[in-house]
């Protein structure tokens, strides 16, 4: 009886120290002013994915021979 209690007062502690995290997280990114630089390059890696996913998309790749190292390089470093 023992371990259950202890086992579900950890899994409570650790519920609870998740949604503090989490919410701290979430107050300290919206403390942060955004800049310019910020949402510029928010947006150059949002086209990015969009064109990576219409590039590579599951029938190109089921279909053809996928992603090439020169595409990996270009969009990954």
Known sequence: MGTVV???AGLAFAVIAAIVYLA???RLRRSQT???VGLLIEQQRTSQA???RSTYSSASLHHGTGLVS???HKYYS
Do not use: E, G, S
């Open 6 to 8: 202890a086992l579900l």
């Open 50 to 52: 969009a064109r990576i």
């Open 70 to 72: 020169d595409d990996m």
């Open 34 to 36: 955004d800049d310019m």
């Open 24 to 26: 701290r997280r979430d």
